[in-house]
């Protein structure tokens, strides 16, 4: 069951969605038009949490707020999402998510901060253009019959369904997992060293899993989602210092960090510790 929305932090979110960066992708996506079950298989050419843009194989009629279902997969985890269709050029459109439960946004930050990092390393930057200046044509196709808006949502999931993994010993991604464990509330200072701007603010923890923390700095976070930190803080008289990325802004003194590169011996201690605070809470 998908966690109860905050709606000062949802607020804050929304805000910070209008100017987050597109990432970047080239995967297969499937937008059903639900007003009349219009079913088009095209690529997702940029996605951010806010909405992405997709390359059909024809242009939209009628695409003006036109409610939409978007279904995508992207580095093994699939989306369904609802939105409405912001423009439309060509063959290109752009959609606009509808508010969307933790669960899923949680999902979708994960994997725009491993997208956001993959095209750093490979030297892409993320694109903010509102529109596209060139759409590429697409060669036409038949028309197919039209299906009624539950049939084309029906079709659409299958198609992005999660297939059979070929090996049994396929693991799901550790991020993932870690996200399953246990938040625990705590109290103690840390510190967020901004690697790439070199400066440190000063702040409690306010919660802890293995996957991540949420922490309340003194000052005004000044940068948003998807930048480098590391996090330094002791609990129990072990000292930690992790790296992660900023994956939520809750408001502007509270910001969510999901741990990256975790070595095997500081995760075990990170558990560990979770462990013994939710046994010392009564937990």
């Known amino acids: 069951m998908d966690e109860p929305e905050n709606p000062i932090g949802l607020m804050a979110e929304l805000d910070e969605c209008r100017e987050m960066p597109r990432c970047v992708v080239d995967v297969p996506a499937t937008l059903v038009v639900l007003s009349h079950g219009t079913m088009m298989?095209?690529?997702?050419?940029e996605l951010s949490l806010s909405g992405c843009r997709v390359l059909l194989p024809k242009t939209l009629s009628h695409p003006a707020n036109a409610a939409v279902e978007c279904t995508f997969k992207v580095r093994g985890v699939g989306f369904r999402l609802g939105g409405i269709v912001e423009w439309a050029e060509n063959n290109l459109a752009g959609v606009q998510f509808n508010t969307m439960s933790s669960r899923k946004r949680?999902?979708?930050?994960?994997?725009?901060?491993?997208?956001?990092?993959?095209?750093?390393?490979?030297?892409?930057?993320?694109?903010?253009e509102p529109k596209p200046q060139v759409?590429?044509?697409?060669?036409a196709q038949p028309?197919?019959?039209?299906?009624?808006?539950?049939?084309?949502?029906?079709?659409?999931?299958?198609?992005?369904?999660?297939q059979a993994a070929p090996q049994a010993s396929q693991q799901p991604p550790r991020g993932r997992d870690r996200r399953a464990a246990h938040r625990c509330g705590v109290?103690?200072?840390?510190?967020?060293?901004?690697?790439?701007?070199?400066?440190?603010?000063a702040g409690q923890i306010v919660d802890l899993s293995a996957g991540g923390c949420r922490i309340r700095t003194a000052e005004k976070f000044p940068?948003?989602?998807?930048?480098?930190?590391?996090?330094?803080?002791?609990?129990?008289?072990?000292p930690?210092?992790?790296?992660?990325?900023?994956?939520?802004?809750?408001?502007?003194?509270?910001v969510g960090i999901r741990f990256l590169d975790m070595?095997?011996?500081?995760?075990?201690?990170?558990?560990?510790?979770?462990?013994e605070i939710e046994e010392s809470q009564g937990g």
């Not at 070595?263 to 979770?274: G, M, P």
């Open 263 to 275: 070595s095997q011996r500081k995760n075990d201690q990170v558990t560990e510790l979770i462990a």
């Open 41 to 45: 298989v095209g690529r997702m050419t």
């Open 106 to 128: 949680d999902d979708l930050v994960e994997v725009l901060c491993e997208v956001e990092l993959e095209n750093n390393a490979k030297g892409n930057n993320a694109v903010n």
């Open 143 to 162: 028309a197919a019959p039209a299906l009624s808006a539950q049939q084309a949502v029906t079709q659409a999931a299958h198609l992005t369904a999660p």
């Open 135 to 139: 759409a590429a044509p697409a060669p």
């Open 240 to 254: 930690f210092r992790l790296g992660g990325v900023i994956q939520a802004i809750h408001n502007r003194n509270t």
């Open 187 to 201: 109290d103690t200072s840390a510190v967020i060293d901004l690697v790439k701007v070199g400066s440190r603010l």
């Open 223 to 238: 940068v948003g989602i998807y930048t480098r930190v590391e996090a330094e803080f002791q609990l129990h008289g072990l």
